[in-house]
């Protein structure tokens, strides 16, 4: 599966923006699909993701409370709402899909094989 993420922007703090990942070749069917950021410095770090069959989702700590994941089947699309967006929020958010059985690990990188192009969030304060 071929993945396109757009939806990143320059914003200010406490507003909201709606990312999206696409996907193309397949469907999302049996596959996990997850968020993450690096910002600059950084290592990649997990943000959110989905088991698309089951529709079971995960947040790290840090966005729980104020991100929230969505589906629209027809379009082969996940969003990704983040709410009350902070400076700390900045960084390039990436979507990134696996076949495999993963379940302790889906909050690591190396556990997906396929990765779209990244979208740049800057919250300025």
């Known amino acids: 599966v071929q993945l396109q993420a757009s939806g990143g922007g320059l914003v200010q703090a406490g507003d909201s923006l709606r990312l999206s990942c696409a996907a193309s070749?397949?469907?999302?069917?049996?596959?996990?699909v997850g968020w993450f950021r690096q910002a600059p410095g950084k290592e990649r770090e997990f943000v959110a993701a989905?088991?698309?069959?089951?529709?079971?989702?995960y947040y790290a700590d840090s966005v729980k409370d104020r991100f929230a994941l969505s589906r629209e089947n027809a379009k082969r699309t996940i969003y990704l709402q983040l709410n009350s967006l902070k400076p700390e929020d900045t960084a390039v958010y990436y979507c990134?899909?696996?076949?495999?059985?993963?379940?302790?690990?889906?909050?690591?990188?190396?556990?997906?094989?396929?990765w779209g192009q990244g979208t740049q969030v800057t919250v300025s304060s």
């Open positions: 990134a899909a696996s076949l495999r059985s993963i379940v302790t690990t889906i909050r690591l990188p190396s556990s997906y094989d396929n």
């Open positions: 070749g397949r469907t999302f069917s049996g596959y996990a």
């Open positions: 989905v088991r698309w069959n089951s529709g079971y989702t």
